[in-house]
């Protein structure tokens, strides 16, 4: 069993991170260099989530 199974910790999100346009603006820029289709498909899951997250978060006052 490797040390990394054992910390118990909450997988890695890019999207709590994108709190901004500008930043998910960015992210997809990031994506859209890097010159893979897989990999700007998950960019806009992610840039997706986090534009859901944000309306959710102005809906209920959080943050």
């Known amino acids: ?3 990394i199974s054992k910390l ?9 991170y994108l709190k901004k346009t500008e930043g998910i603006s960015a992210y ?3 994506g859209i260099e890097k010159n893979d289709p897989e990999f700007f498909i ?7 989530r986090a534009i859901d997250m944000n ?3 102005q ?3 959080c943050f």
């Open 28 to 30: 997809l820029q990031a």
């Open 42 to 48: 998950y960019a806009l899951g992610v840039a997706v």
């Open 59 to 61: 809906k209920t006052d």
């Open 55 to 57: 309306n959710k978060r």
């Open 1 to 3: 069993m490797s040390n």
């Open 8 to 16: 118990n910790s909450a997988p890695y999100d890019s999207a709590d």
